[in-house]
């Protein structure tokens, strides 16, 4: 399978229910620069920003997908989450489980 950082961001953002301009206001650049950067090669300190803004390690930016057929439909607290995969899904039972800690 090949990878692609573009796709694995988009990705990334709509299980957050964001798009990739919010991504880009919260780490303080235009959206035509994020685009370039995942489009091209970017720089460790963007890919880094990526990772810290999405709330994850790094290592899950270049995680290539398991070819498990899935599909998870997860409500909580009035918010829908969608996972396809299995890591999709351990990234939103993450992203849950530090919602809850945060309350």
């Known amino acids: ?30 959206p035509e620069s994020l685009s370039r950067a995942i489009n091209g090669n970017p720089q460790l300190s963007t890919i880094t920003s990526i990772a810290d803004n999405l709330d994850i390690p790094i290592s899950e930016l270049f995680a290539i997908k398991e070819q498990v057929p899935l599909n998870a439909i997860i409500v909580c607290k009035n918010k829908t989450y969608v996972a396809q995969t299995i890591s999709e899904l351990k990234l939103l039972v993450n992203e849950i489980e530090r919602e809850y800690a945060n309350h």
């Open 1 to 30: 399978m090949e990878y692609n950082l573009s796709n694995r961001v988009k990705e990334l953002c709509r299980q957050r229910g964001i798009q990739l301009k919010d991504l880009a206001k919260e780490m303080g650049i235009a």
